[in-house]
């Protein structure tokens, strides 16, 4: 069968699957009023996650992200990560959550079979932290990164979005957290979407400048492996952790595009910023139907843009990043 080729030679192996919208954080970047459903649709059922997965598995995938909203909300997420895990084909599951349930669930999610975590943690200081997220839980999470490393996950990703005038003055301060741990902190820039236009004028901080910052303190850039995500990772000789930039504004950042996106309800995205996406569900009742599903994932490819255009402003059809899956 044909493998997930675009027209500019970029091959797709790495799937973003949002199991959920629903999420119990404010961030202020995301959802500042908390989640509203704007929607009555029900979200993939589990026979509906392992067709989806088994199609793109079939032409060529080997990694998928659990992501959301907050992928831990879903009661079958222990079901859902054995699902995809058991896909022949997939070599790797990982997630991302915002860490409420990690301390209590992380070692159910190992067993089942997850590979990596990547936590969202935009503050080491707690009231930062509840300014940002709108929720008092930093304790919560850093137990929940301590609970991580217990169940046997070797490494852990954090995920922190630095916005000037309120923690961009703490990068000093994560360098030195992960010091002595093996966690890759990923700094992710603040991205432009149809809600946040307001905070990213006022808030945002180039990714190039931390990077600047890093080179000078002597951090070296690692090589980039074909199912890695958006990240550059940077290492350092004294120093247990690493950081990963992520710099959607950069130029050449699609070039290496790597990634496909499936909402929760159950439509295929083809950028993080790009069209409404296109409805698959309807392919994903049978495993029967898996022919037209390649055909449908094929055609939707063939329509894929070099690159997003987020430097004209466009932010697509994305109002926040939990609506598609961040
Ligand atoms: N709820 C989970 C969480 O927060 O980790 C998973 C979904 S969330 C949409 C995934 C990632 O997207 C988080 O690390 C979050 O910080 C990031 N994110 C959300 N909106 C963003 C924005 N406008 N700019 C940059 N990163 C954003
Ligand atoms: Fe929820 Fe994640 Fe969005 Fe924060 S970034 S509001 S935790 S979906």
């Given at each position: 069968?044909?493998?997930?080729?675009?027209?500019?030679?970029?091959?797709?192996?790495?799937?973003?699957?949002?199991?959920?919208?629903?999420?119990?954080?404010?961030?202020?970047?995301?959802?500042?009023?908390g989640y509203h459903r704007q929607h009555k649709a029900t979200f993939l059922t589990l026979p509906e996650i392992r067709h989806?997965?088994?199609?793109?598995?079939?032409?060529?995938?080997?990694?998928?992200?659990?992501?959301?909203?907050?992928?831990?909300?879903?009661?079958?997420?222990?079901?859902?990560?054995?699902?995809?895990?058991?896909?022949?084909?997939?070599?790797?599951?990982?997630?991302?959550?915002?860490?409420?349930?990690?301390?209590?669930?992380?070692?159910?999610?190992?067993?089942?079979?997850?590979?990596?975590?990547?936590?969202?943690m935009d503050s080491l200081d707690a009231n930062m932290f509840h300014q940002i997220t709108g929720e008092n839980l930093l304790?919560?999470?850093?137990?929940?990164?301590?609970?991580?490393?217990?169940?046997?996950?070797?490494?852990?990703?954090?995920?922190?979005?630095?916005?000037?005038?309120?923690?961009?003055?703490?990068?000093?301060?994560?360098?030195?957290?992960?010091?002595?741990?093996?966690?890759?902190?990923?700094?992710?820039?603040?991205?432009?979407?149809?809600?946040?236009?307001?905070?990213?004028?006022?808030?945002?901080?180039?990714?190039?400048?931390?990077?600047?910052?890093?080179?000078?303190?002597?951090?070296?850039?690692?090589?980039?492996?074909?199912?890695?995500?958006?990240?550059?990772?940077?290492?350092?000789?004294?120093?247990?952790?690493?950081?990963?930039?992520?710099?959607?504004?950069?130029?050449?950042?699609?070039?290496?595009?790597?990634?496909?996106?499936?909402?929760?309800?159950?439509?295929?995205?083809?950028?993080?910023?790009?069209?409404?996406?296109?409805?698959?569900?309807?392919?994903?009742?049978?495993?029967?139907?898996?022919?037209?599903?390649?055909?449908?994932?094929?055609?939707?490819?063939?329509?894929?843009?070099?690159?997003?255009?987020?430097?004209?402003?466009?932010?697509?059809?994305?109002?926040?990043?939990?609506?598609?899956?961040?």
């Open positions: 069968m044909s493998q997930l080729v675009d027209q500019y030679q970029r091959k797709f192996e790495y799937l973003r699957l949002s199991i959920t919208d629903v999420c119990n954080f404010k961030c202020n970047y995301c959802l500042p009023d989806l997965v088994a199609g793109f598995a079939s032409m060529g995938a080997k990694k998928v992200r659990i992501t959301g909203g907050e992928p831990s909300l879903r009661r079958d997420l222990c079901e859902i990560i054995e699902t995809v895990k058991t896909t022949p084909g997939i070599e790797k599951v990982a997630m991302t959550t915002n860490g409420y349930r990690m301390a209590r669930d992380a070692s159910h999610w190992r067993q089942a079979g997850l590979d990596s975590i990547n936590v969202s304790h919560k999470v850093m137990a929940g990164i301590d609970a991580a490393f217990a169940a046997g996950f070797n490494q852990v990703k954090v995920n922190t979005v630095l916005m000037k005038g309120l923690n961009s003055h703490e990068l000093a301060s994560f360098l030195a957290w992960i010091k002595p741990r093996n966690i890759q902190l990923r700094f992710i820039e603040l991205m432009q979407t149809g809600d946040n236009q307001a905070l990213f004028k006022a808030h945002h901080v180039s990714g190039a400048s931390i990077m600047v910052q890093l080179l000078a303190q002597g951090w070296i850039e690692k090589v980039r492996q074909s199912t890695d995500g958006p990240a550059r990772v940077f290492c350092h000789p004294g120093y247990q952790g690493e950081i990963g930039l992520i710099m959607p504004y950069e130029s050449h950042f699609c070039d290496s595009c790597n990634r496909l996106r499936v909402s929760a309800l159950g439509r295929l995205h083809l950028c993080l910023f790009g069209e409404q996406g296109t409805q698959l569900r309807p392919l994903l009742q049978q495993s029967g139907q898996l022919p037209e599903l390649q055909q449908m994932l094929l055609a939707a490819l063939a329509t894929k843009r070099p690159t997003h255009l987020l430097h004209q402003g466009e932010v697509g059809g994305t109002y926040h990043l939990a609506s598609v899956g961040g």
